[in-house]
């Protein structure tokens, strides 16, 4: 099985960016789905969607952050980006990557979490 390596959290100011990068590594040469989750604090354990690119490139977001924070993955698909910008203090969690196998993949389908990044931001 692979692993997912997240990298690019911080501390930044209301308004600021940052840009969160996460490298797959190991696992099947088949199709996947990669996104972002984020779990806050004052949440508990549950993890909260914040965006998806799929298999086929297209992208969905969570409303709180549609218009501010962008997916991208490069051209191999082994690494996604979350580029956040506008941040506010509730975007302050610890960001997961997930990744989810898709259709048929003859070493069987497979999923995983990477570590985290923590981001905060201040007001």
């Known amino acids: 099985q692979g692993s997912l390596a997240e990298s690019g959290g911080g501390s930044v100011q209301a308004g600021g960016s940052l840009k969160l990068s996460c490298t797959a590594s190991?696992?099947?040469?088949?199709?996947?789905?990669m996104s972002w989750y984020r779990q806050r604090e004052d949440k508990g354990q549950e993890r909260e969607f914040v965006?998806?690119?799929?298999?086929?490139?297209?992208?969905s977001y969570a409303d709180s952050v549609k218009g501010r924070f962008t997916i991208s993955q490069d051209n191999a698909r082994t690494t996604m980006y979350l580029q956040m910008s506008g941040l506010k203090p509730e975007d302050t969690a610890m960001y997961y990557c997930?990744?989810?196998?898709?259709?048929?993949?003859?070493?069987?389908?497979?999923?995983?979490w990477g570590q985290g990044t923590q981001v905060t931001v201040s007001a």
């Open positions: 997930r990744i989810v196998s898709r259709g048929f993949c003859n070493r069987g389908p497979f999923s995983g």
């Open positions: 190991g696992f099947p040469l088949c199709r996947y789905d």
């Open positions: 965006s998806v690119i799929n298999s086929d490139g297209t992208t």
